[in-house]
């Protein structure tokens, strides 16, 4: 089993950064890739970031590419979101995830691989 607690949501304004980081308690958090995630009011959580175990390879989707960076810390069993150039159109709560498998050579970005989730940390960007 793998715990994961979100922090770092919060109130800004379209254009600064933020970050948003999760903790991991439980089984070896460095040999689970690990996700981001955010459901906005009224739409589907959609998949944002992804990296494998090691952090060696990371993935986007196209709509923060450029804009978001994953990473993580395996000593301190965290992963991050840093957020810049942020939109209104960011604003949701995003969580984290833990893929459904230890040492997963597949990088995942689907909500179906992931079978630990943190309870979320709300981000609103106002214009």
């Known amino acids: 089993q793998v715990q994961l607690v979100e922090s770092g949501g919060g109130l800004v304004q379209a254009g600064d950064s933020l970050r948003v980081s999760c903790v991991a308690s439980g089984r070896s958090f460095s040999t689970y890739n690990m996700g981001w995630f955010r459901q906005a009011p009224g739409k589907e959580r959609e998949f944002v970031a992804a990296?494998?175990?090691?952090?060696?390879?990371?993935t986007y989707a196209d709509s923060v590419k450029g804009r978001f960076t994953i990473s993580r810390d395996n000593v301190k069993d965290t992963v991050y979101l840093q957020m810049n150039s942020l939109k209104p159109e960011d604003t949701a709560v995003y969580y984290c995830?833990?893929?459904?498998?230890?040492?997963?050579?597949?990088?995942?970005?689907?909500?179906?691989?992931?079978?630990?989730w943190g309870q979320g940390t709300q981000v609103t960007v106002s214009s």
């Open positions: 995830a833990a893929d459904s498998l230890r040492y997963n050579p597949v990088l995942r970005t689907d909500q179906s691989g992931y079978s630990y």
């Open positions: 990296i494998t175990k090691n952090g060696g390879r990371t």
